[in-house]
């Protein structure tokens, strides 16, 4: 028998006081509750929040991560979330790019086809790219993808990630103008805010940034070819593309909810 919204709200709770990373989400969970879509039944669209309340609990994840370098939001499962969380809680970010490594070691060639599905017409570039990542030629990979970065930016929001306007990346006035349901904007959060990697040259020489798209591209950063920056690269392009599956077939909130819950089907 369906639940009702208050049996699902009462066990949604129960689970969130729990847990420390899903209790951030609380007020996003009661917002996809109270927008439920009539039509669209309690289960169903209990199962939509649930979905939901993965990502919008992750958000300050998201952004720890990708402080590191990291773009993995829309690839790790929960349960790899709250290992992930507690790792870096506690300072352990030796160990949490090891498991992102391993991650994408073991879904390499899904996450290539995934890249190269989305963008067709960069097809030959980035599969030029992961050929010299598979060769351990990073030195190669990583400006590859990170242009390519570049390019797919413009293609999705017609605004390059890695330049600013008036202090935010150009693409945040893309997510301000199109994105327009809170839950869902936090999937997109990344490209409003800035990060390490786009940060400016006075931006770096006040704190030290690892991996900096500027540094590699401009000659910079002589020491960038690393097996562990070519994976960011990769989840950086990853990230983009799963942005982009989510845009293209998705123009109302509850398409956006039924394709997100056929990727949660695919993962």
């Not at 929960?78 to 030796?94: D, K, S």
């Not at 991650?103 to 960069?122: C, D, H, N, W």
């Not at 030195?139 to 935010?168: A, V």
């Not at 070819?225 to 077939?249: M, R």
Request: proline share 3%; aromatic share 8%; with cysteine.
């Amino acid at each position: 028998m369906a639940r009702t919204k208050e049996e699902i709200r009462k066990l949604f709770e129960a689970r969130l006081q729990e847990d420390s990373l899903a209790n951030q989400s609380l007020r996003a969970l009661k917002q996809c509750l109270a927008h439920l879509d009539t039509n669209t039944g309690a289960t169903v669209g209990a199962v939509g929040c649930f979905f939901l309340l993965h990502f919008a609990g992750s958000k300050q994840l998201t952004i720890l991560l990708a402080e590191e370098g990291w773009f993995s939001a829309l690839d790790t499962t929960y349960g790899m979330e709250r290992e992930i969380y507690h790792l870096t809680m506690a300072g352990e970010i030796t160990k949490v790019d090891r498991l992102l490594v391993d991650m994408y070691l073991k879904k390499l060639k899904g996450v290539e086809k995934k890249i190269t599905s989305a963008f067709p017409k960069r097809k030959e570039l980035i599969k030029q790219a992961f050929w010299a990542h598979n060769k351990r030629r990073y030195d190669l990979s990583i400006p590859l993808f990170l242009s390519q970065s570049d390019g797919i930016s413009m293609d999705i929001t017609n605004g390059e990630y890695f330049l600013k306007d008036k202090g935010r990346p150009r693409t945040a006035k893309f997510v301000d103008s199109k994105i327009l349901n809170p839950i869902f904007s936090q999937l997109f959060e990344l490209l409003r805010i800035n990060l390490p990697i786009s940060a400016s040259k006075d931006q770096r020489k006040k704190q030290h940034v690892n991996f900096n798209r500027h540094a590699i591209l401009h000659g910079e950063d002589l020491h960038y070819g690393t097996k562990l920056n070519s994976f960011k690269a990769i989840s950086l392009l990853s990230y983009l593309s799963s942005l982009n599956e989510i845009l293209e077939p998705a123009k109302e909130p509850m398409e956006i909810l039924h394709q997100l819950l056929k990727m949660g089907q695919d993962n």
